[in-house]
């Protein structure tokens, strides 16, 4: 399977989505904190977002690895399993970090706020999703997938502040 890391970076449309709306930059992989997973297994920053928060692959592997997002606010969540699964929900869920209650009516309000800001996002996202290869699944699936890995798988990668050896918050409440 070809490299969606690649891909993105031979498509500036797909780049630019992913940054804006989906807070997501390839540049900006250093995490401003010293980190590690209690586990021991390896962490490798690879994005970010533009308010300091990092996404990391954990363990050893490639793109099919899990993935943790740890924002600047000490708080952190497993949000996917491998990067297919997490370029999903930046694509039909970018306003992910702002979701609480994981509803439909939640998901509805907050996708709402976006199209009145970017009228043909559900476009955009379509021609991205396209150039990755990758089908898009529903809003309310893409959301339930993150709250389960958050909440079940994710009990396996809990994120240290290095300094102090105390772990990050959980970002997604179970």
Request: aromatic share 8%; with cysteine.
């Amino acid at each position: 399977m070809p490299s969606l890391i690649a891909a993105i970076h031979e498509h500036d449309d797909v780049a630019r989505f992913l940054a804006w709306p989906g807070d997501f930059d390839l540049d900006r992989g250093d995490h401003i904190e010293e980190v590690h997973l209690a586990s021991g297994a390896p962490l490798e920053g690879f994005a970010g977002d533009g308010a300091g928060g990092t996404y990391f692959y954990c363990g050893v592997g490639r793109e099919e690895r899990p993935i943790l997002y740890a924002d600047s606010e000490g708080r952190a969540a497993l949000v996917a399993i491998g990067l297919p699964e997490l370029l999903r929900l930046l694509l039909v869920a970018p306003w992910w970090r702002d979701c609480r209650a994981f509803t439909a009516e939640e998901g509805g309000e907050l996708a709402a706020e976006y199209l009145e800001d970017i009228p043909d996002l559900a476009v955009q996202r379509d021609r991205a999703a396209a150039a990755l290869g990758l089908d898009l699944p529903a809003e309310a699936d893409v959301l339930a997938r993150l709250r389960e890995v958050a909440t079940q798988a994710g009990a396996d990668h809990t994120l240290i502040f290095t300094p102090e050896d105390t772990p990050y918050a959980a970002l997604i409440k179970r």
